[in-house]
């Protein structure tokens, strides 16, 4: 997969968590995954469409990082994920998305997004769209992790 295309995924978490967060997440390997199960307890999932390629884009939370997060955007302190983080995490995905897709633009690339679905629970189930590979980009926020899965066929 074009690193290309998968870093303005990044930059655009990294602004979002930065700006609206006031939070620097560390940055952890790349890998490729295997299997279907999320990594955290809420995932926002986006469809990627475009003349090129057909994909998606996950962004899975962990309590803590969600937790977090929450705090540092909206001034709460909760102890328990409710409908109001689940609701959080289709905010992000979504601003994510969007400042990805401004990038990829400049590039060249053209893509439609879907709306947000948001998955939620211990080890759920993450169907990306299409056969190709699905990479991973875990970031470390805090005492929390979130993960960007991209996955993109030709």
Do not use: W
Not at 78 to 83: A, F, G, M, V, W
Not at 131 to 149: A, K, Q
């Amino acid at each position: 997969m074009d690193v290309g295309i998968i870093n303005p995924f990044l930059e655009a978490t990294l602004d979002v968590t930065n700006s609206m967060a006031q939070l620097t997440a560390v940055i952890g390997a790349p890998a490729l995954k295997h299997g279907k199960i999320a990594q955290g307890e809420v995932t926002g999932y986006i469809e990627l469409n475009g003349p090129l390629y057909i994909g998606s884009l996950a962004i899975s939370f962990s309590k803590a990082a969600l937790l977090l997060i929450y705090e540092r955007m909206l001034g709460e302190n909760l102890s328990e994920l409710d409908d109001s983080t689940v609701d959080l995490v289709g905010e992000i995905t979504n601003m994510v998305c969007g400042g990805a897709k401004r990038r990829l633009a400049e590039k060249g690339y053209q893509f439609s997004l879907s709306r947000p679905k948001l998955l939620t629970g211990q080890q759920h189930e993450i169907q990306h769209q299409g056969p190709g590979p699905v990479i991973t980009l875990p970031l470390r926020l805090g005492d929390g992790e979130m993960f960007i899965e991209v996955c993109l066929n030709h």
